[in-house]
């Protein structure tokens, strides 16, 4: 049974900062076998990719729309993937997934396979 584990999200204010946290377990291989990511849906719009990371090379993918300002990293020795998040906007307002996937794109939200309940990050002022 796969399991993850979100937090870290809440109310900010525009410009602020939050860090996400995601600790994942019940896989049948170890964590670095699997490239992890962030998606997030926004009121009234589809499901997105926010960002990703690869399983073996840590190498990264950014939406256009938080390049330079959202940071992902992953600690598998202690199974969690963490999305830093600064000079957060108001339209960064959404609930924020962390997934999983055995694949070798982890860019979109049909890309992955395992995904967690979400957790929501709300930007106001």
């Known amino acids: 049974q796969f399991k993850f584990v979100e937090s870290g999200g809440g109310l900010v204010q525009p410009g602020g900062s939050l860090r996400l946290s995601c600790e994942v377990s019940?896989?049948?291989?170890?964590?670095?076998?699997?490239?992890l990511g962030w998606l997030r849906r926004a009121p009234r719009k589809a499901r997105e990719g926010v960002s990703g990371?690869?399983?073996?090379?840590?190498?990264?993918y950014y939406a256009e729309s938080v390049k330079g300002r959202f940071t992902i990293s992953r600690d598998n020795a202690k199974n969690t993937v963490y999305l830093q998040m600064n000079n957060l906007k108001p339209e960064d307002t959404a609930v924020y997934y962390c997934?999983?996937?055995?694949?070798?794109?982890?860019?979109?939200?049909?890309?992955?396979?395992?995904w967690g309940q979400g957790i929501q990050v709300t930007v106001s002022s």
């Open positions: 997934a999983a996937t055995q694949g070798w794109r982890y860019r979109d939200p049909e890309d992955y396979e395992y």
């Open positions: 019940g896989f049948t291989l170890s964590l670095d076998h699997y490239a």
């Open positions: 990371i690869g399983a073996g090379d840590d190498s990264a």
